[in-house]
């Protein structure tokens, strides 16, 4: 079947503007074989959001490669300008995926030739590194190369501003329109002229290593990096703070972008952490840590009776909120605050309260987190974090969920706790017993038409759920913030319902509370058995109709 002759005119047209001989080859074969490909490849750029770009890595416009890269950039400089920060400081950093040191290379070379003051990080490094040194450098943004727990066939461009915080609108929509108007690639001037920041990383773990607010340090750690970029930024910065008994997957240390020994490179996924699981328990470790491949999220393991166990999200959110609250010293932080997404467990607020701090909800993503509280800035805020394993333990100095200094901060709080014959189990039993218990999951219906979504939205908003699972629940809607809805009932019941911002999914977010009532395995029970009702209703609501 013949090509449309405007996608051929079209593919012809970057064909010549591309800046890489590869992707001009690669995208000349499919256009000399007439491959309905191309319909996809040239549909347009990837979409600019508030976490920047992510793609496949391959030719065209709708993909993440150099000539993308290069007017993407082109449109961040030309906003940063129009914002008055022309001549200010822009650190790049990268992980090890495919593309990235040229994507970060071509990033470089655009911003110095704008005339901004480029310092590129010396090697591939985990975000946090990133994050940090633009907050350090006082820079006026930072753009990290990665595609953090993505497939293996994608790339990302991650743009932090002054501050080293995410951007919210408009100055995503701002900088998207920006890029729609840059020359094409052939035609953006790029210069060699930056510098490499040598002392970012080590500033960096030196700041993490003075997170430890124990001196307990007999610990044996089992961890690993999920061939990503954390491996040895943790390993320094673990040793550093005290802690020499630690132990990676060796099959996963170093970084590769193929990520052969995982089915998909996050934490949070079935069979990820096998490896991990394994060398714990052969080496009866107290912990073991799993990083994502840019290591700004963190899970925890912990061994059990039975065996070894992840912990959720929510688990590691609420202990390490409690240590740092436990711990925080008040004539420097006399008015903390900490911050926890809709979707994540409501314990934190009851914890909060017991320690007298502020606790706001946010919007999911950290660009809201960093942003709690009434003022908007995250003023006072000492700790964030959202049930998708992002923790901030350092918001001072890192504005974004950092897997390293979580790892460094759980490993703090499992040394003292084991000095004291305790242990993280025995301390989030506690936490339940004075809290209640919060049991918390997950419903996710996959489609392949989106307007799948679009119509139970819809239908949910025409028509507000009175019950559920026999418990009477009202309906807020999120409109026009962001398309979710919260069902709220009895028992700690509540229901977030919301499209998934980056797969094609419906998700819901369930969780029930039981107290406890001197009976913890009988409230564990209950909470169990009324999340599973919680969950079996909650799939026949949303389901396709």
């Not at 609108?169 to 998207?176: K, L, N, R």
């Not at 002392?199 to 607010?213: F, W």
């Not at 740092?324 to 979707?343: C, G, K, N, Q």
């Not at 977030?496 to 039981?514: D, F, N």
Request: proline residues 6%; aromatic residues 4%.
């Amino acid at each position: 079947m013949a090509l449309d002759e405007q996608l051929r005119a079209a593919t012809e047209q970057w064909i010549a503007d591309d800046i890489d001989e590869g992707s001009r080859a690669e995208l000349q074969q499919l256009l000399d074989t007439d491959s309905p490909e191309l319909a996809d490849r040239m549909s347009g750029l990837p979409s600019f959001g508030t976490a920047g770009l992510r793609a496949p890595v391959r030719a065209g416009a709708n993909g993440m490669n150099r000539a993308v890269v290069v007017r993407t950039t082109a449109g961040v400089a030309a906003w940063l300008t129009e914002q008055g920060h022309r001549g200010g400081i822009v650190v790049i950093g990268r992980d090890a995926r495919h593309g990235s040191e040229e994507f970060a290379t071509d990033s470089a070379g655009v911003l110095a030739a704008a005339g901004f003051d480029v310092r590129m990080l010396p090697s591939p490094l985990p975000t946090p590194v990133l994050a940090h040194a633009t907050r350090t450098l006082d820079a006026v943004a930072g753009i990290q190369i990665t595609a953090s727990h993505n497939p293996p066939a994608d790339n990302g461009y991650k743009l932090y501003l002054s501050g080293g915080i995410q951007l919210v609108g408009p100055a995503d929509t701002e900088i998207e329109a920006a890029i729609a108007e840059a020359p094409a690639a052939s035609a953006v001037p790029r210069s060699r002229s930056w510098s490499i920041a040598d002392s970012a990383p080590d500033q960096y773990v030196s700041r993490v290593a003075l997170l430890p607010r124990g001196g307990d340090r007999e610990l044996r750690v089992a961890a690993t990096a999920l061939h990503g970029v954390g491996a040895r930024t943790l390993k320094q910065a673990l040793r550093r703070a005290g802690f020499e008994d630690v132990h990676l997957v060796s099959s996963q240390a170093d970084p590769d972008p193929d990520f052969p020994t995982v089915g998909f490179p996050n934490p949070e996924e079935p069979g990820a952490t096998d490896e991990l699981v394994k060398l714990a328990a052969d080496i009866d470790a107290d912990l073991a840590i799993a990083l994502d491949p840019d290591a700004d999220r963190c899970a925890l393991g912990v061994p059990t009776g039975d065996g070894w166990r992840m912990l959720r999200g929510d688990e590691t959110g609420v202990l390490l909120a409690w240590h740092v609250l436990s711990t925080l010293d008040p004539e420097e932080h006399p008015d903390p605050l900490v911050a926890t997404t809709i979707v994540s467990s409501s314990m934190l607020g009851s914890i909060a309260a017991e320690f007298g701090a502020r606790y706001a909800e946010t919007l999911t993503g950290f660009k809201w987190l960093v942003r709690a509280g009434e003022d908007g800035g995250g003023t006072g805020l000492v700790y964030a974090y959202e049930e998708a394993l992002g923790h901030s333990v350092d918001p001072e100095r890192v504005r974004d969920k950092d897997g390293i200094s979580a790892a460094v901060l759980a490993c703090d709080l499992t040394a003292s706790l084991i000095a004291s014959d305790d242990h993280l189990l025995d301390l989030l039993d506690e936490l339940s017993i004075e809290h209640g218990v919060h049991e918390t999951g997950q419903v996710s219906v996959r489609v392949t038409d989106l307007d799948v979504i679009a119509r139970t939205m819809r239908r949910l908003r025409e028509q507000p759920v009175t019950e559920l699972a026999g418990t009477g629940v009202s309906t807020r809607d999120l409109l026009p913030e962001s398309d979710g809805l919260v069902l709220t009932g009895e028992g700690g019941l509540r229901v977030v319902i919301r499209p998934s911002g980056t797969e094609p999914k419906l998700k819901c977010y369930l969780q029930v509370v039981e107290q406890a009532a001197g009976d913890l395995p009988g409230a564990k029970r209950r909470a169990a058995e009324r999340l599973e009702r919680l969950r079996r209703a909650v799939s026949e609501l949303v389901g396709d109709r």
